[in-house]
């Protein structure tokens, strides 16, 4: 006799749980295995699968992979988190470089927000916008490498990471956007491109580590609050090209 859809439901379910025995290299059969449960509307056993607890949660993201590039379905829309997020979350270097690797790949706003497992992160040179607090409150995060294929960080992009002591801002980048170091408060040492013209307000707000930065010659303005309680900034160069510095911008910088 012929299966009903609910007793083929649970045989697939039982089928595709035993075909998970696959590592991150190897996505070309969970690609097609995906393209047929797609083909035949089988969405809502995709949703089954992801949600499934005995998926190993490396597994569930390469799972999603085939929607997320060929038909936009992500794992918000099922987990609410993408992808990079979810893998960032477990701290799972080799899956978010495998996701950012990807050639339609964007980094989106609040992308890994409160990944507070994520210690490193290298950004592609595929990606040209870091968005807003698409890494706030990471705070083991320690190494960010930006390529110089970034033209904007977006305010408050890396505000409250803990971890930080070091970062260097690519030549390609012309301003600081607002608040994009907010309390980062081990932040010590902030490379700047000499060609910026900007420092928005509370962009090193309570950055309370940073004890001297360079600014640029470029720079013609200086936004409020800037470097507002930098408690132990000890030596500052303000360039003969300010035009504008705003309200409290070093405000309780006690050195």
Known sequence: AELGLNSKIEFMVKYFLHKFNFDIQNNAEISLILFNLCKYGYLNLVKLLVKTTEIDINKKIIFIIFFYEKYKITLFNILNATPLHLAAKKNNIKIVNFLLAQPKIEIGEEEFWKCNKLTEITIPDTIKTIPKNAFSYCSSLKCISIP????????????????????????????ISDGVFHSCFNLKEVNLPSNITSIGSKSFYECKS???????????????????????????????????????AFQHCKS
């Open 148 to 175: 110089s294929s970034v033209t904007s960080i977006q305010s408050y992009a890396f505000t409250h990471l803990n971890s930080l002591e070091q970062i260097t801002i690519p030549s390609s980048v012309t301003k």
């Open 210 to 248: 940073l004890s001297h930065i360079t600014i640029p010659s470029s720079v013609i303005s200086i936004g409020s609050s800037a470097f507002y309680n930098c408690e132990d900034l000890t030596e500052l160069t303000l360039p003969s090209s300010l035009e504008s510095i705003g309200h409290h």
